[in-house]
Every structure is written in C-alpha cells, then in structure tokens.
C-alpha cells in the first residue's frame, strides 16, 4: 500500500491510496480535469478509482465531487452530516452511488479495512481515515485545530502517517490575515500548526511509525523547509535519527508528491 498526494493546501486536496488492485481518492477539493491530469502522472485512470472518501465538506476539500460524479460515476463516501452539507452541490440526476459511513465504524472497499475518526475543525462533522491490509495501516489527518485522543488513539501504531502541518505560529502572527481568520486558524477547530504537528509526529515515531508525510501547509503563513525542520527537530528531540529510525517528508501544495509507502 502506498499514498501519493496529487494536491495539498487551502486551494485544494486530493490524495490517492493504492494497494494493489484497489485505489482509493481522499478528498476531490481541485476540478476534475486537474485530478485526472495528476492520475495519469501517476498511471492511473478514472476507471481504476474503486472509491473516493470525503473528509469534510469545506470547498477545498469537494469542489470536484458534482463533475467525478456525473461524468465519471465515481462511488463516493461519507457521513450522514458532510453528506448534508456538500449535497446542495448535486443539482442534477445522473450521479454515481454515494455511501453513508458512520465514524469509528469500519468497512471496506475491496480488502482494505477503513475506519472513519472524527477530527476538530469547524465543519459538519469531520473525519480523518485508518486504512488497513492486514496487519500493515495508513491514517491520515488533515484539517484539525487539536488532537483530541480519539485522533492520537487513530494515528499511534499506524506504519505511515499523512498529517497536517498547517502553518508557523510566528508567520501567521506577523502575516496579513485579519485578526478573526488568524484566531480561526489557531483555534481548536482551525488548523494544526508545525510545533503541534511536531508534537505528535514525535508520538507516532515512538509508537512505531516509520514514515511520515506532512501536508496542507498554508502558502502564507509556512514553508516546506519551515515545516519539515520544526517537524524533524521534535522527533529528534526523543533521540531518533532521520533515515536511520523514520523518514520524514512534504507533500507539494500542487504537485504530486513522492510515494509514501506503507510497510
């Protein structure tokens, strides 16, 4: 199993999982055309897609769902609230199947084992995803303002790790933001920043993980190289070496990344 990230950041989210036969999309937050120029960098086709999962319903996260819908009859997931919210959005017939999920209860598409975890950010109801083939998981977590323990209980003993590291508290205080979307940002249901990514990473790397991937960094208030050594300075911080005991990576805003593998 592995994930690349097609896209990553405010102006839209989209990453591909793989494993063997199986393909999953997380989030289809970019037009459809964008998405299936990225999947064939990649050598994938709409037709190899089993199953797109929505995180939450925000913009960036959906904004491709009414075209990979009706056109290409992708089969869609989600809870019964971001279903609600983004479902305004499907204003014709023609639409390919939707599924409701409830979180923390798993299913599967094909052998892969997914359970849904509620996550903190201001949306309807927000999740994060454990992807498991047998013994081997993946989680992945973007748009959160906290790790509550129902988030850090979904992400420890996973192999790899797709996470948000949203932005530098130093650059967004000193940056352009009006004062009510920088408190919105540091709040609890805002965005997670590098030092609490670091925080958990350092966490994860002690319950085993061995790869990371950080995402969703803000173009204004981060920066990969930022991003990366708040990160890695806090996992070292516990006495664990980069390519010896983890690695560690960032994932473009609006590029496709390097695979993160799970195994």
Excluded: W
Excluded at 78 to 86: G, I, P, R, V, W
Aim: charged letters at 20%; a negative charge; glycine letters at 8%.
């Amino acid at each position: 199993m592995r994930l690349i990230s097609l896209f990553s950041g405010s102006s839209g989210n989209c990453l591909l999982v793989e494993d063997g036969d199986v393909k999953l999309l997380i989030d289809a937050g970019v037009s459809a055309t964008r998405i299936q120029k990225a999947l064939h960098t990649v050598g994938v086709s709409f037709s190899e897609i089993s199953a797109v999962l929505i995180t939450h319903e925000h913009i960036d996260h959906v904004s491709g769902i009414e075209v990979l819908s009706r056109r290409h009859k992708l089969h869609f997931f989600s809870n019964q609230a971001t279903y609600c919210a983004f479902s305004n959005r499907l204003q014709n017939s023609g639409y390919g199947p939707f599924s409701i999920f409830e979180n923390l209860s798993p299913f599967f598409v094909g052998k892969l084992k997914i359970t849904p975890f509620p996550s903190s950010h201001d949306a309807a109801d927000p999740v994060g995803f454990r992807i498991a083939d047998g013994d081997k998981s993946l989680s992945v977590i973007t748009d959160l303002g906290e790790a509550t323990q129902t988030i850090v209980d979904n992400l420890l003993g996973a192999d790899s790790v797709f996470i948000e590291s949203n932005h530098d508290v130093a650059l967004l205080e000193a940056g352009p933001y009006p004062r009510f979307l920088k408190r919105r940002i540091l709040g609890s249901l805002g965005h997670l920043s590098n030092s609490s990514a670091g925080s958990i990473c350092a966490k994860l790397v002690e319950s085993g993980t061995k790869r990371i991937m950080l995402g969703h960094l803000s173009h204004e208030n981060n920066t990969a190289p930022i991003a990366f050594a708040t990160v890695n300075e806090a996992i070292a911080s516990l006495g664990y070496t980069r390519r010896k005991d983890f690695l560690l990576g960032v994932a473009p805003r609006s590029a496709t990344s390097d695979a993160l593998e799970v195994c």
